[in-house]
């Protein structure tokens, strides 16, 4: 079982719970709302999250969607597949080696139980990132990776995967073919037009399943809708919360 720190992450990252304010509570829940609704039509099980650069909050959507869709009594595991610069053990200030993960499953170093952990005081299961590989793309995107997701899926109802930014590495779009569905996560006044639209291409042209868009740090005093007209060509939905 994973231990986690009490007190809040040097991050200034904010866990959901049941004392969080109302606005960020909700924001989740109508998140998970619409992701069980997908799932419940599409089948989506594995969700990848991506975003176009690093630093608009995906790893803080991620594991916060993970612990909602948990309260709602979902078994979930949240597995970090960022194999470069992973986040979640760190946000979540986890006290646990990351001898296992991701990559010594995929290398055969490790058999999945052993990579998976269970925060209680969340009621998530996490798998870590693990040692980073020397070659991550080719991990994410090998044959092991498909059999691993295969097997979780029988035994978890979803699970969350926090991927590398789709602008900067190519990682995620290699991973993608392994997933049911990607939610972007756009941070408000962060990345361009053009790199957010060249992000959703790139899913795009592989066949990635776009489930929606999540705009983060929002602000409804900024009028930017020039900025995302873009996206409501896509089967959209927002969680208003914010990334410290």
Do not use: W
Not at 171 to 176: H, K
Not at 194 to 222: A, P
């Amino acid at each position: 079982m994973f231990k986690k720190k009490k007190h809040r992450s040097s991050d200034g990252f904010e866990v959901l719970t049941a004392n969080s304010p109302f606005a960020y509570s909700e924001a989740f829940k109508s998140l998970r709302t619409n992701l069980e609704f997908v799932s419940s039509t599409d089948n989506c099980k594995t969700i990848m999250m991506v975003s176009a650069l690093s630093g608009e909050g995906k790893t803080t959507v991620s594991i916060n969607l993970a612990i909602a869709l948990a309260q709602d009594g979902k078994k979930v595991l949240l597995c970090d597949c960022d194999l470069r610069k992973p986040k979640v053990q760190r946000y979540l200030r986890i006290k646990h080696s990351s001898e296992y993960g991701v990559s010594t499953v995929l290398s055969g170093g490790s058999e999945i139980d052993s990579a998976i952990g269970f925060v209680e005081e969340l009621g998530i299961y996490v798998m870590l990132s693990g040692p980073t590989p020397p070659n991550p793309s080719e991990f994410l995107a090998s044959e092991g990776s498909k059999r691993m997701f295969e097997e979780l899926k029988t035994r978890f109802d979803f699970i969350i995967c926090d991927t590398p930014p789709v602008a900067i590495v190519a990682d995620s779009i290699a991973f993608s073919k392994h997933m049911d569905g990607a939610i972007m996560i756009v941070r408000q006044n962060y990345a361009t037009r053009n790199q957010i639209t060249e992000g959703l291409e790139k899913l795009g042209n592989v066949g990635t399943n776009v489930l929606g868009v999540v705009l983060n740090n929002y602000d409804s005093k900024v009028d930017n809708n020039y900025k995302y007209d873009k996206y409501y060509n896509y089967r959209s939905y927002y969680a208003y919360g914010y990334d410290k």
